[in-house]
């Protein structure tokens, strides 16, 4: 079976490690990640980047970025209501683990031959385009003044509350899902190599797939939030990993129709 892996050529993946220490790295010192979080965060741009596509890199950068200035957004509120989710934007080992674990996976199941070439572009677009739809409706929403429950859109709820959902993080959800969709498939356009795998099996018209069901994968989560995570059963790294997870399969079981 190991043999059996596809992988870069060697200078390929030098350059892929010195790129993967210099975003951990860089994520640290300029406070995004912590320690332990930029540990995972170079652990899983080295699977991606080796087992996956080098341009998958790039895509992970964009994400980490958004999520930092998202969370940074209107840092002195948020922490006068008590609904900030890190410490001045710092996101920590657990907030990788289940933000990036999936897009990790994908590249393994695509290195073994589990996934072929167009599902691994479909679903590694897929899970970034959920985690961020997810942490923006997260730190946009907490600053709607009339959140209700997404299980009963008649109870209002305080801020930041599990299952809680608000017009401003729905549009805010939406929008960056459709956003870093194009952004992938933009990058995987201009910058996969015609003989590389995912060249051949690439098609345009598969950001609809990611766009769509990466909004969906944070309906999933707000589900989860205020059923699961609300009972004790999940905690929020459960809960984000579910969903991201959800809206990878569910789009390589749309996939077909294309």
């Not at 994908?106 to 985690?131: D, K, P, R």
Request: proline share 3%.
């Amino acid at each position: 079976m190991i043999e059996d892996i596809l992988l870069p050529e060697p200078l390929t993946i030098l350059s892929i490690t010195i790129v993967s220490i210099l975003i951990s790295g860089i994520a640290f010192f300029k406070k995004v990640l912590d320690q332990g979080g930029s540990a995972l965060a170079f652990l899983v741009c080295f699977i991606i980047g080796t087992l996956g596509h080098w341009s998958w890199l790039l895509i992970m950068l964009i994400f980490v970025g958004s999520a930092f200035l998202a969370t940074r957004f209107a840092i002195v509120y948020k922490k006068a209501l008590g609904v900030e989710e890190s410490d001045e934007g710092t996101r920590g080992g657990w907030n990788v683990i289940s933000n990036g674990m999936v897009p990790a996976i994908i590249a393994l199941l695509y290195s073994f031959g589990f996934l072929t070439a167009e599902q691994a572009l479909v679903g590694f677009a897929t899970s970034v385009a959920a985690a961020m739809a997810d942490t923006m409706a997260s730190e946009i929403g907490v600053l709607s003044p009339q959140p209700v429950l997404i299980t009963n859109p008649l109870e209002k709820v305080e801020p930041g509350t599990d299952g809680g959902i608000s017009l401003e993080g729905t549009i805010a959800s939406l929008l960056s899902s459709v956003s870093i969709s194009m952004l992938s498939f933009a990058a995987f356009l201009l910058l996969i190599e015609e003989n590389h795998p995912f060249y051949s099996s690439f098609k345009i018209d598969y950001w609809y797939i990611s766009s769509f069901f990466g909004f969906f994968g944070c309906i999933i989560d707000s589900l989860l939030g205020a059923t699961l995570e609300k009972r004790g059963i999940l905690d929020n790294t459960g809960v984000n990993f579910i969903s991201i997870s959800l809206a990878v399969v569910f789009s390589l079981l749309f996939l077909p129709l294309f």
